[in-house]
């Protein structure tokens, strides 16, 4: 059969009758033909940023707390039969005479394809025929889960598309939606060039309308509409960008589902009609996915201001990408093999773009709802490179034990509450230092039961332990890799290798302690041999502590700058032992104290006194008496008695000619 033209012709009928191509879309959430409104769009729009701007409006039918709420009514269309022809549904429907067709088109009704508007470039001269949109194949899946290998459903080249990119920005066109489409495509040529041109302009110059979001009785989505105000919901977003595919002679899809946008509860089931709307684009023999409302910008979280905020992540997502966020009421449009079900959708974690645009790969565990064993959950990021991580429960990060990977992080959280805690996990490039941090995960944990052992010290900072950042800061190969050190006599030790010529200096802290920061210092002693560091460590108590490490340039006489933390644990209440000895600054980092190690002599004693020192004439240890120290093979020894005194004192003589002692070392002797 021919091509017809239907027009509008009230002296013919008494009604209209208008004859309209629906493509096929055979998988519904309800079986059999339903009533369809033929007006109205959906509500979800944007998705949550992870800077707590929200990204999208929450689904059609629901409040923001969640709750179903009724549409406006509309005037229904009455189906009166369907029927295929060759892959192509036809549907015909009546409207009452008082309503104008909405869109007049030209239809084949014969075994040929049905033939849409196309504009060729800027030499076009008129309309180019182009097929009709078929359902996905199977050439068109892509397995799931994600292979890893690229966030898009084809290869693109970025830096290819500046020129385009910058070009379609500046195009100003809104008195028709052909001129548009035809002032963009003076620069595009291939069919990947329009669909890039069409997406930057629609994500650039269209915004969430917020205030039509709530008041539908004044929305419309008809493309020429949504040109012309500027703005829209999800759904004009997706017509717009249908109709002015179809312009450009691209095969375009507008598709409808469930999201997981602005409203989103974690856990939370899907029922009841479509909240988004989005789009499928045909290119190079293969359906691509694409959401230019979500691409477009964010909303704040109380749904009263747009803001342009481009987000390429949505821009030919790889399928096994897409439906993280998007399950459409067809499940073919999945473009995956195999399918999720719904319940799938729901239960799987939320990974938001800006997951996937750091760089990070994946996450475990996979469910959104984590339950705790024993008081503790954990939780693992894989990514490509090195990433820097911080987390809130509750929001704070006090309950929990953070560590870098090369390649991730790794997680324990410990709860000090029953009940349902949210979770969140931030992460920014490595080199970005004055980048934010962004929210790439979302957990709730359910805690049964509290460790309450694992209580951290308020001064324990995020991560814990060393890692590749640390040893970006020059320490190299610990001795202790992991964050935790835990010590059963309430003494230990931690080396490293320094890798640049830095000075380091190193406190320890704890919240039960009464002793000041000064006094805590003296329970550390710092050994260098060559390029390697000793941390000596004697706990004043059980309990846990915090030792933090600091670094500076030696050449720089500016403040060391904090580089790490371990958490120290001691569980022997009998453990207690004093500070080391008080040095002056005249004791050199490279000198090293073998005996006596304790800053606190036994009263009415003979002590044993050996020193590594050089480049030292003389050493003295004053008591009540002065003793003097010998050299023998790099160490000087001797003894002192501490009888009649409440200090002692170790000086040295830097030069035999010169009478002038330095005090390098300040012992105290217990009381009688």
């Not at 966030?151 to 598309?161: E, R």
Request: proline fraction near 5%; include cysteine; glycine fraction near 6%.
């Amino acid at each position: 059969m021919g091509t017809m033209d239907f027009k509008a012709d009230p002296s013919a009928v008494t009604i209209n009758l208008l004859l309209i191509v629906h493509p096929e879309e055979t998988a519904s959430k309800q079986k059999g033909q339903r009533e369809r409104q033929t007006e109205g769009g959906c509500g979800a729009g944007l998705q949550d940023d992870g800077n707590g701007n929200s990204r999208s409006q929450p689904p059609q039918q629901r409040d923001l707390n969640g709750r179903r709420v009724s549409r406006e009514p509309r005037e229904k269309t009455q189906t009166v039969t369907p029927y295929s022809n060759e892959g192509t549904q036809v549907t015909v429907e009546i409207h009452p005479k008082n309503t104008t067709g909405q869109l007049i088109k030209k239809l084949s009704l014969g075994k040929g394809p049905q033939r849409l508007p196309s504009l060729r470039g800027q030499d076009n001269k008129g309309f180019q025929r182009t097929e009709a949109p078929q359902p996905p194949g199977g050439k068109d899946l892509h397995a799931y889960p994600w292979d890893k290998s690229s966030l898009k459903s084809m290869p693109v080249d970025l830096q290819q598309f500046e020129k385009l990119d910058a070009y379609a920005l500046k195009v100003n066109v809104t008195n028709s939606v052909e001129e548009l489409v035809k002032a963009l495509l003076k620069q595009a040529r291939t069919d990947l060039e329009k669909v890039r041109a069409i997406w930057m302009w629609i994500c650039h110059h269209i915004e969430y309308d917020v205030v039509g979001y709530r008041d539908k009785s004044q929305l419309s989505s008809k493309p020429i509409d949504v040109l012309q105000t500027g703005k829209s919901i999800c759904e004009g977003y997706a017509e717009l960008f249908e109709h002015m595919c179809s312009i450009a002679g691209i095969q375009c899809m507008k598709l409808s589902g469930y999201s997981k946008g602005h409203g989103y509860k974690i856990g939370q089931t899907f029922t009841g009609d479509s909240d988004h709307a989005w789009n499928a684009v045909y290119l190079e023999g293969r359906w691509h996915l694409l959401d230019s409302t979500w691409g477009s910008g964010s909303v704040d979280d109380s749904l009263t201001k747009f803001t342009f905020r481009y987000n390429e992540f949505y821009f030919l997502t790889h399928p096994a990408l897409f439906i993280n966020n998007h399950f459409p009421d067809n499940s073919n449009w999945q473009l995956l093999k195999p399918t999720l079900t719904l319940r799938d959708f729901e239960n799987n974690m939320l990974h938001k773009s800006n997951f996937y645009m750091l760089g990070l790969l994946s996450a475990q565990p996979e469910a959104a709802v984590i339950q705790t064993v024993n008081g503790k959950a954990s939780v693992s990021v894989d990514c490509r490179a090195a990433t820097l991580f911080m987390f809130k429960l509750k929001g704070t990060d006090e309950h929990g034990l953070m560590t870098l990977k090369k390649h991730g992080m790794k997680l324990d959280i410990y709860p000090q509450k029953t009940g349902s805690h949210k979770l969140q996990i931030f992460a920014k490039p490595s080199k970005a230092s004055e980048a934010v941090y962004e929210c790439v995960l979302e957990y709730v944990v359910e805690c049964k039961t509290v460790d309450k052992a694992m209580r951290f010290p308020k001064d324990l900072h995020q991560p814990v332990g060393p890692s590749w950042f640390t040893e970006r800061q020059g320490f190299l190969r610990p001795s202790h890799p992991e964050p935790v050190i835990h010590t059963n006599d309430g003494r230990c030790s931690v080396t490293f290798t320094l890798g640049k010529d830095i000075s380091v200096l190193a406190s320890l802290h704890c919240d039960n302690s009464s002793l000041t920061e000064d006094a805590s210092r003296r329970h550390i002693m710092q050994i260098h041999r060559g390029n390697q560091i000793e941390l000596k460590i004697h706990l004043p108590h059980a309990g846990n502590f915090v030792l933090k490490i600091y670094a500076k340039k030696k050449s720089d006489p500016g403040n060391y700058d904090y580089v790490f933390n371990y958490l120290i644990t001691c569980l022997n209440t009998e453990a207690k032992w004093p500070a080391f000895p008080q040095r002056y600054s005249k004791w050199a980092e490279d000198y090293e104290i073998l005996e006596p190690l304790s800053g606190l002599l036994p009263a009415n004693r003979n002590v044993q006194f050996k020193l590594k020192m050089h480049g030292i004439a003389k050493v003295l240890v004053q008591a009540k008496n002065t003793y003097r120290l010998t050299q023998s093979r790099g160490y000087w020894e001797g003894t002192c008695n501490t009888s009649g005194c409440r200090e002692v004192f170790v000086m040295v003589h830097e030069n035999a000619n010169h009478s002038f002692y330095s005090h390098v070392l300040k012992y105290e002797v217990e009381t009688q």
